[in-house]
């Protein structure tokens, strides 16, 4: 069975860091492009980032290019958002998906506040 299990979110001060994991099962992770999206209360959910199956050329939402980063380690099975400079408008849950797969994980809440 496929699982998506993300983790690292918590509560960060605006200008701080985090760093998301997603740890894959139950299907061949290094074939299939990875991505992250995010949904915040009373929003449609928003494609943050992707990164193709074997890495390389990564692709971003307008509104966090310059500040996150998505990568991966196909030896983990593990995908990976680095959130840099974070705004309370990043405030959100956190999916990550394989998308041509239709699997999603049970999310991460970050919210970023002072």
């Known amino acids: 069975q496929v699982q998506l299990v993300e983790s690292g979110g918590g509560l960060v001060q605006p200008g701080g860091s985090l760093r998301l994991s997603c740890a894959a099962s139950g299907f061949t992770f290094s074939r299939y492009r990875m991505t992250w999206y995010r949904q915040a209360p009373g929003k449609e959910r928003e494609l943050v980032a992707s990164?193709?199956?074997?890495?390389?050329?990564?692709n971003y939402a307008d509104s966090v290019k310059g500040r996150f980063t998505i990568s991966r380690d196909n030896v983990k099975n593990t995908v990976y958002l680095q959130m840099n400079s974070l705004k309370p408008e990043d405030t959100a849950i956190y999916y990550c998906?394989?998308?041509?797969?239709?699997?999603w994980g049970q999310g991460t809440q970050v919210t970023v506040s002072s």
């Open positions: 990164i193709p199956s074997g890495g390389g050329i990564t």
């Open positions: 998906s394989a998308p041509t797969l239709g699997s």
